[in-house]
């Protein structure tokens, strides 16, 4: 990989390769972009929309998905401005330090959210929470948190 750049792929369950992904932070822009490329060849940018890079957002087939990252290790997933799902990773018990509890609204939107949150999650260390994210205050609120 380039200087700055990282990567990942995501496998089904016949351990073939989906999709591969590749973030990089584009300089001159000020923009994480995240390049998704299928197993068909097919390039897809989830692109940060903001300079917190709290929020992303990609169009697929004429549907643009965003995932907005609030307080509390929790984000949102939107499919043309409705909720679809709710990921939270805030458990405190040391039993499910490495769960990650979904909610879905359909679950054929299983595949993208998954995606998406994959892309947020490369690069990503728990070695100081401080060092991920400096403030609180700078997250998206949660304008409909689900229980």
């Given at each position: 990989?380039d200087?700055?750049?990282?990567?990942?792929?995501?496998?089904?369950?016949?351990?073939?390769?989906?999709?591969?992904?590749?973030?990089?932070?584009?300089?001159?822009?000020?923009?994480?972009?995240?390049?998704?490329?299928?197993?068909?060849e097919n390039v897809?940018?989830?692109?940060s929309?903001?300079?917190?890079?709290?929020?992303?957002?990609?169009?697929?087939?004429?549907?643009?998905?965003?995932?907005?990252?609030?307080?509390?290790?929790?984000k949102?997933?939107?499919k043309?401005?409705?909720?679809?799902?709710e990921?939270?990773?805030?458990?405190?018990n040391?039993?499910f330090?490495?769960?990650?509890?979904?909610?879905?609204?359909?679950?054929?939107?299983?595949?993208?959210?998954?995606?998406?949150f994959?892309c947020l999650?490369i690069g990503?260390?728990e070695?100081?929470?401080?060092?991920i994210?400096?403030?609180?205050?700078?997250l998206?609120?949660?304008?409909?948190?689900?229980?």
């Amino acid at each position: 990989m380039d200087f700055g750049k990282f990567g990942s792929e995501v496998f089904n369950s016949e351990e073939k390769i989906i999709y591969s992904i590749t973030k990089k932070f584009k300089f001159w822009k000020w923009k994480m972009v995240f390049t998704i490329k299928d197993n068909k060849e097919n390039v897809l940018n989830l692109i940060s929309q903001n300079n917190r890079k709290t929020i992303y957002s990609i169009d697929i087939n004429e549907i643009t998905y965003e995932i907005k990252t609030h307080y509390k290790k929790k984000k949102s997933i939107f499919k043309n401005g409705t909720k679809i799902a709710e990921l939270d990773e805030s458990f405190s018990n040391e039993n499910f330090k490495e769960c990650i509890k979904l909610q879905l609204l359909d679950k054929k939107d299983l595949e993208i959210c998954f995606l998406l949150f994959s892309c947020l999650k490369i690069g990503d260390t728990e070695q100081s929470s401080k060092a991920i994210l400096t403030s609180q205050k700078q997250l998206e609120p949660n304008q409909e948190p689900w229980s």
